[in-house]
């Protein structure tokens, strides 16, 4: 696939992830678009996924190699992780979780905020505890 179809499908992923069904993302990845990949914004198809709650796309794109610790747009987004905690998306925290995403890794480069604190600060009980079981952590970074 030359660089500038590759780079125009993986626009296309992203904005998939956010706006559309299962179907498409499934028919990008298949067209040989890296389920990593970043937009020119740095948004990663995973964590758009994630912030909206779309459970079948997060799982595809896990299954099919995404990586669920990578903080999508340049420090300006945050981990797929702390944004389902963020909005509570349980059903997406148990997801990332079971594929490994580390429970108490924070935002900006290590120095934001946790998943936890996000839960926390928009009271979703469910999803603090599930956090909280899994070994997350609120405390401030050292």
Request: aromatic share 4%; hydrophobic share 40%; net charge negative.
């Amino acid at each position: 696939m030359n660089r500038r179809r590759q780079k125009k499908l993986s626009r296309r992923l992203v904005e998939a992830a956010e706006f559309e069904g299962v179907g498409v993302v499934q028919a990008l990845v298949r067209a040989g678009v890296d389920p990593n990949v970043e937009n020119s914004d740095g948004t990663t198809p995973l964590y758009a996924a994630a912030v909206r709650g779309a459970t079948e796309i997060v799982k595809y794109l896990l299954d099919a190699g995404a990586s669920p610790d990578v903080e999508s747009g340049d420090e300006t987004e945050g981990t797929p992780l702390c944004a389902a905690a963020a909005w509570g998306h349980t059903d997406v925290v148990r997801l990332l979780l079971a594929h490994g995403a580390t429970p108490d890794l924070r935002e900006d480069g290590g120095k934001g905020r946790s998943p936890l604190e996000w839960a926390k600060d928009g009271h979703h009980a469910e999803t603090v505890a599930l956090l909280l079981a899994a070994g997350g952590q609120a405390d401030s970074p050292s």
